[in-house]
Structure formats: C-alpha cells, structure tokens
C-alpha cells in the first residue's frame, strides 16, 4: 500500500481519464492523499495544449523532487506521447492508452459523471498539438458507453457530460476502413444515436463536450430539440469568425456556415444558449479579421466565451509556417474587447 497522489493537468477528458488512473492504482491497493507533500507516489496527469502548460509539468516535477527526492513520479497523459527525451526526475511513464476503459473510473465529481465516449482526434487544426499527443480517434462500444452510463446512475449519477474531442465524429471508426475520417471529411457518426440512448434515461442533465461545428448535423440537432434532459446550453467553440483565418487554421467551415449553424439550432431548440472558445492573434489576424470574430460574438450572444491568445506550439503545422506575428499586447487588447463583449455583460 502506497499513499498517491494525483495531479491532473488540463481539460475534462483529462480529469476523466485521471479517474481511471485513480481505479487502476486503487486496485494495487494504493490510497489517496491530498497533499503531495504526504505522498509515497506522485502520478502527474499532464496537458501539453501551450507550451506553458507543458512547463507547468516540468515545474511541478521539479518542486516534488526537491522536496522529496525519494518520491516516485509517474508521468501521463499528453506529454508521454509527444517528449522524446529522458525527463528528469520521472521515474516511469505510463501511456494513458494502458489504462483500460474496462476499470470503472472513482468519480471525483459529485454532480456530474465524466464519461469517455471517444479518445484521440482526427482533425489536424493546425495549431493544435492534441492530434499527436492523443493520436487518431479512437470511439468506445455503445454497450460500454451505456454500461458506464448505468452503472454511474446507480451510484446516484443524476448528470452525465459526454467527452471527446469530438463527439460529432463518434462512431467514425466503426465501418470498414475505408470509411475512416482522415481530415474533414464528412462521414456517417452514431453520436445522435448514442445521445439519444443516454438521454432517454432518467438523468436530469446530459451535456457534451466538444462538439465542432464542421460535422453537427441535423440529426443532431433533432434529438436534442426531442430530449429537454440535454443541456441547453451548448458549446460550439468557433475560434475565429474570418474566413481566411479560419481556413489557415484548417478549421473546415466558413464564418456564414458557423452562423448558419447557429440560427438551424436557434430554430429548433429555442432555449438552447451558446458558449464558446475563440483563438485570439491568430497570425494573419488583422484589425478586419478581428471584427469578424466580434461580429460573431454580437450575431450569436455566447454566454460564455473561453478566450485564448494563441501561442506556436511546437511540433504543429500553424508554428511551423507562420510567425506569431500579433503582439502580446495586441492580443491582450483583443482579449478585452471580447471579454466586455461577451463575458462581461453576461455576468
Ligand atoms: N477538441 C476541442 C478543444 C481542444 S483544445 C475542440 O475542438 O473544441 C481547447 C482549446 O484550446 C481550443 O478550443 C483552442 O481554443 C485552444 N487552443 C488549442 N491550441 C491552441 C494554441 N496553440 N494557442 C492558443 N489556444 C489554443
Ligand atoms: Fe485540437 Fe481541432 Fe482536434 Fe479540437 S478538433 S482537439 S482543436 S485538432
Ligand atoms: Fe486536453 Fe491538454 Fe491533452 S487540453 S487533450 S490535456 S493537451
């Protein structure tokens, strides 16, 4: 028995696989501690998104270290797959594709059950590292989803989220493999047909995250209008509302199509609102393209808007063929107008 300690880096399909790790050290009969200080084992659940969270990483292993340098420290997550040489100070690395689907997760929320529909990502936005860091997408069985689904509402689940990096695609993988999704082609997803199954149960909310807006279909659109059990409000990340930008950022649909989206799914699902993430200081971002982005903010009214300055991340297509050329405090000037745009005004 070993006291561990768990740190999880990152977005929710982060902290949902952090509670599968948590089953699969609980079953060697390890146990928990809050307090890294306390700890016989350090497992690091890492994000690699900016470089600076990368380098969170590396901080946190350092401070652990120095404080205890007989501690072992387990790295996982998105860093594994992409570093390439020996970190210092981590003792082993665990590939969070090891840890199975099978272990049923220790849920660390109260309300809402995390639930892994898909893992990986097939779509290449050229600034973003977590094709490469989690590979292409991979989708779960149905059965297992829902097997999950049960066994959380048994345990008093009344709130379940749907995770992947693309939920619309779910089920891509499954016909022959020819079919397979390679970039943004549009390809026949279960993803209405598993939304449905799950909100035909008696959960008082079923949400997902993230939806992209190039493959929401309106089969889609059908059964969330049909279920009011599924969140109403819904997160359909646009970042950026230029044309240009978004086509060099291999985004897959035009600022009209984004708003064409936006008003079928108004049309249908009248209470539905909107939240969503945005990429400010794209290169090649001018004054004109930046009102694009505002003018999607005003056209759609988000209720919440994750703003985030762009960074080159390294070993992405975006870092390698353009020069972040917006500077900081352009970008931090963007960052204000949207935020009083949208997030304050929605307080
Ligand atoms: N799969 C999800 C989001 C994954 S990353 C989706 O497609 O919506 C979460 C957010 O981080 C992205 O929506 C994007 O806004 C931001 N992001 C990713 N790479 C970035 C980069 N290099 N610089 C700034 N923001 C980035
Ligand atoms: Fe990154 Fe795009 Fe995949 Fe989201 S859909 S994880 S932004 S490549
Ligand atoms: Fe998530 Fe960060 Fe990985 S945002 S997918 S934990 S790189």
């Known amino acids: 028995m070993k006291k561990i300690f768990i740190k999880t880096f990152g977005c929710a399909q982060n902290e949902?696989?952090?509670?599968?790790?948590?089953?699969?050290?609980?079953?060697k009969g390890d146990v928990f501690v809050e307090d890294w200080k306390e700890a016989d084992k350090a497992v690091i659940n890492s994000c690699v998104i900016r470089e600076s969270a990368e380098n969170r990483v590396y901080g946190l292993i350092d401070k652990i270290k120095k404080f205890n340098p007989k501690i072992e420290i387990i790295l996982t997550g998105c860093l594994v797959p992409i570093t390439k040489k020996k970190i210092t100070g981590v003792d082993q690395m665990l590939p969070i594709k090891e840890i199975s689907f099978d272990l049923e997760p220790l849920?660390?929320?109260?309300?809402?059950?995390?639930?892994?529909?898909?893992?990986?990502?097939?779509?290449?936005?050229?600034?973003?590292?977590?094709?490469?860091?989690?590979?292409?997408?991979?989708?779960?069985?149905?059965?297992?989803?829902?097997?999950e689904v049960d066994e959380a509402m048994e345990k008093g689940f009344e709130e379940v989220v749907l995770i992947g990096q693309n939920v619309n695609s779910y089920g891509a993988d499954f016909g022959d493999e020819?079919?397979?999704?390679?970039?943004?082609?549009?390809?026949?997803?279960?993803?209405?047909?598993?939304?449905?199954?799950?909100?035909?149960?008696?959960?008082?909310?079923?949400?997902?995250?993230?939806?992209?807006p190039w493959d929401f279909s309106d089969e889609l659109i059908e059964v969330i209008a049909k279920y009011p059990n599924i969140d109403r409000l819904l997160h359909l990340p646009f970042q950026s509302g230029d044309d240009k930008v978004l086509k060099n950022m291999n985004r897959g649909y035009s600022k009209e199509e984004y708003l064409d989206l936006v008003s079928k799914i108004k049309k249908h699902v009248p209470d539905v609102r909107f939240s969503t993430d945005i990429i400010i200081g794209f290169p090649g971002e001018d004054e004109k393209a930046f009102q694009n982005t505002v003018d999607v903010c005003k056209k759609v009214g988000f209720e919440i808007a994750y703003l985030n300055?762009?960074?080159?991340?390294?070993?992405?297509?975006?870092?390698?063929?353009y020069r972040d050329e917006i500077p900081m405090a352009e970008k931090k000037r963007r960052w204000n107008v949207l935020n009083e745009l949208v997030n304050k005004k929605s307080e």
């Open 16 to 27: 949902s696989d952090s509670e599968r790790v948590k089953a699969f050290f609980a079953e």
């Open 107 to 147: 849920r660390d929320k109260k309300r809402a059950a995390l639930v892994t529909i898909s893992s990986g990502c097939n779509n290449y936005c050229s600034y973003c590292i977590v094709p490469y860091a989690r590979g292409k997408e991979i989708s779960r069985k149905m059965e297992d989803i829902l097997k």
């Open 178 to 212: 020819s079919s397979v999704s390679m970039g943004k082609k549009r390809i026949k997803s279960l993803f209405p047909k598993l939304l449905e199954e799950v909100a035909k149960r008696a959960l008082k909310k079923v949400s997902f995250i993230s939806s992209n």
């Open 309 to 321: 300055k762009y960074s080159p991340r390294r070993g992405t297509v975006s870092a390698k063929l």
